[in-house]
């Protein structure tokens, strides 16, 4: 059983610039789901997915987007870049309707200078 | 606006003691809680968790505690281990499907002392 991983580990990017992070599920999960960590502060909800469609959405602006493919695997976009979008990155994958089974990735560390 | 609300940013307990790490919450939509452990440079990993119908719900050296009239949650960790020092989330949910997602506390960091 794979675990969760996501990719680039670190990143550092331009305000106003376009990132893409990328997410690689648990191996028979089909959810996903992304939370921004800012310093001192616990994850915050950005969207989940199931089935490629996007089904809950937390307080973030259009700017940011996402994807889920055929084999689960999933993106973070987010266009605009701000410097506040400085953070931690997690993407989480599970069965849908279990949050118990919600298993998270390492993170990517965005840095917008 | 805070939902879920852990007061103490960082706690020492001494190897072998109980640890004890509250979580309050404001939502009375929430329905579910996890409590979930994070080392540095990794994801955070599940620990426990209960649902609003139990009052405690145990798992080895782990267990959780729910009032829902006081609307707090606590985690006890017996026998208190070194492993065990790491930063603690309590987080929370509404629903069962997930679709509104979890909502984090900030954490409490949890220091074991030999």
């Known amino acids: 059983e794979t675990g969760v991983t996501q990719s680039p580990t670190h990143l550092i990017k331009t305000r106003g610039q376009q990132v893409t992070l990328r997410c690689s599920s648990q191996?028979?999960?089909?959810?996903v789901s992304w939370y921004q960590q800012a310093l001192g502060q616990g994850p915050q909800f950005i969207f989940q997915?199931?089935?490629?469609?996007?089904?809950g959405r937390g307080n973030f602006p259009p700017r940011f987007s996402g994807l889920q493919f055929p084999n689960y695997s999933s993106e973070l976009n987010v266009n605009a870049l701000e410097l506040d979008d400085s953070a931690l990155y997690l993407c989480?994958?599970?069965?849908?309707?279990?949050?118990?089974?919600?298993?998270f990735g390492p993170g990517t560390r965005l840095l917008v200078l | 606006d805070q939902q879920v609300k852990q007061n103490s940013p960082s706690l020492s307990v001494q190897e072998g003691r109980i640890s004890i790490l509250n979580c309050d919450y404001t939502?009375?939509?929430?329905?579910?809680f996890l409590w979930y452990k994070k080392y540095p440079a990794e994801g955070p990993t599940f620990l426990i968790s209960?649902?609003?119908?139990?009052d405690k719900n145990e798992d080895g050296r782990f267990t959780v505690f729910l009032n829902k009239s006081a609307k707090h949650l606590s985690l006890h960790i017996v026998p208190s281990q070194p492993g065990d020092s790491a930063v603690y989330f309590c987080?929370?949910?509404?629903?069962?499907?997930?679709?509104?997602?979890?909502?984090f506390g900030k954490g409490t960091h949890l220091i074991i002392q030999p």
């Open positions: 989480a994958s599970s069965f849908l309707g279990f949050q118990e089974t919600q298993y």
């Open positions: 191996s028979g999960h089909n959810t």
């Open positions: 997915y199931y089935r490629e469609e996007e089904n």
């Open positions: 939502n009375s939509m929430f329905d579910y």
């Open positions: 209960i649902s609003s119908i139990k």
């Open positions: 987080a929370a949910s509404p629903s069962g499907g997930g679709a509104d997602g979890l909502t």
